[in-house]
Nanobody, 119 residues
Framework: QVQLVESGGGLVQAGGSLRLSCAAS????????LAWFRQAPGKEREFVGA????????YAADFMEGRFTISRDNAKNTVYLQMNSLKFEDTAVYYC????????????WGQGTQVTVSS
């Protein structure tokens, strides 16, 4: 049974930082892309970025300013999302997702973790 479990969300003041973690279990994810998505209230879920199975990370255009950084530890089957200089509009439920290399679809999803940024 494949499971992705996010942690690290919470309430933070604007300008603060949080690091989210996503622990994967059920298989070895070194051959998988592991991504972060988020969904703000009243909005559609959006792609933040992904740690690629081949190495490195890619980010959606809105997240290339450098406030968000994705990293992974294959030995721990864990992917991280470091978020700095948080803004009120970063308030959302953040989801971790996984897909096999060369796949187009993220087939594994976590339950999400709430991030609330107070202004």
């Amino acid at each position: 049974q494949v499971q992705l479990v996010e942690s690290g969300g919470g309430l933070v003041q604007a300008g603060g930082s949080l690091r989210l973690s996503c622990a994967a279990s059920g298989r070895t994810f070194s051959g998988y892309d592991l991504a972060w998505f988020r969904q703000a209230p009243g909005k559609e879920r959006e792609f933040v970025g992904a740690s690629r199975w081949s190495g490195g990370s890619t980010y959606a255009a809105d997240f290339m300013e450098g406030r968000f950084t994705i990293s992974r530890d294959n030995a721990k089957n864990t992917v991280y999302l470091q978020m700095n200089s948080l803004k009120f509009e970063d308030t959302a439920v953040y989801y971790c997702a996984g897909r096999m290399r060369y796949s187009n679809n993220y087939e594994y999803w976590g339950q999400g973790t709430q991030v609330t940024v107070s202004s």
